[in-house]
């Protein structure tokens, strides 16, 4: 008897850089999962008509006038926070998905929608999760990410799709990346304290990245998941800087983590 779809949940907030390929160009959309419901955390999402032509519900939980409404600062009120969350968990119910996609998700995900659905939420983190401090912690978390970690001198960045847990970019990666090599200009930028250049080239490299991989690293990882490749009850129980992710290339080729896996190609 045919599998059942994965049905998938996206939150996003201003743009869902990886909806529309996942949408458009994924031949596995509709047999190996089905993308159910669209929430917005902004009025103003740039990809809506083009989500709804597609044939996915979309709202808003507009998050800035939730916080305005009850005359709380959006960065620094936790219980506002969670029942924003609750209130996110109560729309998303009623299609029940398998899974929840962040995909241009800006804001932490707390108490109320971690439970709502354990171990099921997933999001995409442009930066190397497998960079870990001695704590175990991840190096680059944050919206930040990508300019931290041209900062800190690296010759290249990776995108990584990861388990969401409670603390900021933390859970266990489940697909990394190729990697985007970095321009000796930063090297020149930082030595010369260019501050205006070095923003500028950390805009246009994290924009290099979000357009090349976000659609390519939705699609192989939600084809991971709902091919049971990857089991996300055991990644949920495990420590996060143990797990080795599977590798994705240029070609939409995916590799196994493990030294003996095979290479697979998704679209």
């Known amino acids: 008897m045919p599998r059942k779809p994965m049905t998938v949940a996206v939150l996003c907030s201003g743009r869902a ?101 354990p171990g099921r939420i997933l999001n995409l983190h442009f930066s190397d999760l497998t960079l870990r401090r001695p704590n175990g912690r991840p190096r680059f978390p944050g919206i930040r990410a990508v300019h931290d970690t041209l900062a800190a001198g690296l010759p290249e960045t990776y995108a990584t799709m990861h388990l969401v847990n409670a603390e900021p970019d933390d859970g266990a990666p489940i697909l990394r990346s190729w990697p985007f090599p970095v321009s000796p200009m930063v ?25 090349a991989a976000a659609g390519p690293m939705l699609v192989a990882a939600l084809e991971l998941v709902a091919a049971g490749v990857v089991d996300l009850t055991r990644l949920a129980a495990a420590e996060p800087h143990t797990v080795a992710p599977w590798q994705l290339d240029e070609c939409g080729h995916v590799t196994s983590p493990m030294p003996e896996g095979n290479s697979v190609a998704v679209r």
């Open 17 to 117: 850089p990886g909806l529309l390929h996942a949408l458009s160009r994924d031949g596995g959309r509709g047999r190996a999962y089905q993308i159910v419901r669209c929430v917005s955390s902004d009025t103003a999402f740039a990809d809506l008509a083009q989500v709804e032509r597609c044939g996915v519900p979309t709202s808003a939980h507009p998050i800035r006038r939730f916080y305005e409404e009850r005359g709380a600062s959006i960065y620094g009120d936790p219980a506002v926070r969670a029942e924003y969350d609750a209130q996110m968990a109560e729309l998303l119910m009623p299609c029940s998905p398998d899974l929840v996609l962040l995909d241009g998700y800006l804001y932490l995900i707390t108490a109320p929608l971690l439970t709502a659905f």
């Open 187 to 211: 090297t020149d930028a930082l030595a010369w304290k260019a501050t205006s250049l070095f923003r500028a080239y950390a805009y246009a490299h994290q924009e290099w990245m979000i357009g």
